[in-house]
């Protein structure tokens, strides 16, 4: 996007996440700082980031990014946005920084019929309801799940990491997951998890592997 990018990635190991986003936060500024003759930082904050249930919604956050391009009428095709994932995922074009998530690989075990179906997916796109959740859930740092996903979570770390009432402004320097909860998700398979650069979950992402969706802003 013209200010902000939005990446889908699953760490290796607990500070992957924290240790990508530092080498790309350094490089990128460094690069630009020398291009255009500037100094001083580029991006607007630190990532936002919440877990994501895999089954739900790393699908609509395939989507969710890949027609972003599109609903801010940057192109009338995702095809057509030169820095999309859309031409791997949907047409089949190599590129060796995109690995697909097991659940686009789940689409179809034939290659030919995975790209029909995410092609037919997208072409769907995502329902007011959904964009709005995603929206939401990595604004404030919370799940993006089902009821029953969050509810079971929330019942396992004893603590409410839904999206509740807004009310008085959370005191600064304060995360929304304990160490408690910072401790399950490090034991569970595969958490997924979807980030927006602001303080959020920084601390969870450097402890916990899972899947990460990125969205940060100029």
């Known amino acids: 996007m013209t200010n902000h990018i939005h990446l889908l990635a699953t760490p290796e190991t607990t500070d992957s996440a924290s240790l990508m986003m530092k080498e790309l936060n350094q490089r990128y500024v460094q690069y630009v700082n020398r291009t255009y003759d500037r100094s001083g930082t580029l991006w607007e904050g630190r990532f936002r980031s919440c877990l994501t249930q895999t089954d739900s ?31 791997a995922n949907a047409d089949g074009c190599s590129n060796a920084v995109i690995s697909p998530h097991s659940v686009y690989l789940a689409l179809h075990k034939n290659r030919k019929e995975r790209l029909e179906r995410y092609r037919a997916l ?5 329902d007011d309801d959904t964009e709005f959740k995603i929206r939401r859930a990595t604004k404030r740092n919370r799940i993006l799940g089902n009821e029953r996903f969050i509810e079971e979570i929330s019942a396992t770390v004893s603590k409410s990491i839904g999206h509740e009432k807004r009310g008085r402004p959370r005191k600064r320097g304060t995360s929304p ?3 408690d ?5 490090a034991v569970q398979e595969g958490p997924d998890v979807c980030c927006k650069f602001s303080d959020g979950l920084l601390s969870c992402l450097d402890r916990c592997p899972g899947h990460m969706w990125c969205d940060y802003q100029i």
């Open 122 to 126: 997208v072409q769907l796109g995502i």
């Open 57 to 87: 919604y790393a699908l609509a956050c395939y989507r969710y990014i890949e027609l972003n391009p599109v609903r801010a009428n940057i192109v009338d095709h995702p095809n057509k946005y030169h820095w999309s994932s859309y031409s």
């Open 177 to 179: 997951f304990l160490d």
């Open 181 to 185: 909860a910072v401790s399950f998700f």
